[in-house]
């Protein structure tokens, strides 16, 4: 219950935040999620995530709506899409590679904003969390690339 509370305390304004950076671009409220302050952070986080396959905004969007916790993943992408069913949702911005990349990617990165508050209280120490949320993301980038690459050659 403890770990409840304090995950909610986390993750409710963080889903506060994500709705805002979807609905609100340059030129105030909108509800073409295309030209959102949510897809210019994705198109920069793009830049990153392109080497993985996943250049995308947003599939990069979701990654990041990931730390939230790994169930906005999906949710991001079926809400961007505007499709009920996460597959086809999936399946209309990605290829099978780019899917793998994805699955692998969140698979390995840090598992939620949660998770980061209850590391930081067991570490007691914000600059070793860094240091886990870092190595965390660094294999999963590696991961994730080479999957790609690899699941690439095999769909090409």
């Known amino acids: 219950m ?9 993750i409710f304004p963080m889903v ?5 950076l979807l609905h609100i671009g340059p030129a105030g409220y909108t509800t073409d999620y ?9 198109r920069y986080i793009s830049l990153i995530t392109s080497p993985i396959g996943l ?10 709506s990931g730390f939230l916790a790994k169930e906005g993943v999906l949710g991001t992408i079926n809400t961007i899409t505007g499709s009920e069913d996460p597959v ?8 099978p590679a780019e899917i793998v990349s994805l699955s692998v990617m969140m ?21 070793y969390l860094v240091l886990v949320i870092v190595y965390e993301l660094l294999v999963a980038y590696l991961l994730a ?7 690439a050659l095999l769909f090409s």
């Open 2 to 10: 403890h770990f409840l509370r304090k995950a909610g305390v986390i």
């Open 16 to 20: 506060i935040i994500f709705w805002f």
């Open 34 to 42: 295309s030209s959102s302050i949510g897809a210019i952070i994705g």
């Open 55 to 64: 250049s995308d905004w947003r599939a990069s969007l979701a990654l990041l």
């Open 88 to 95: 086809a949702a999936i399946r209309s911005i990605l290829g």
């Open 107 to 127: 698979n390995f990165y840090l598992p939620c904003m949660a998770t980061a508050a209850v590391l930081l209280k067991e570490l007691r120490s914000a600059k």
């Open 145 to 151: 690339f080479f999957s790609y690459q690899i699941f």
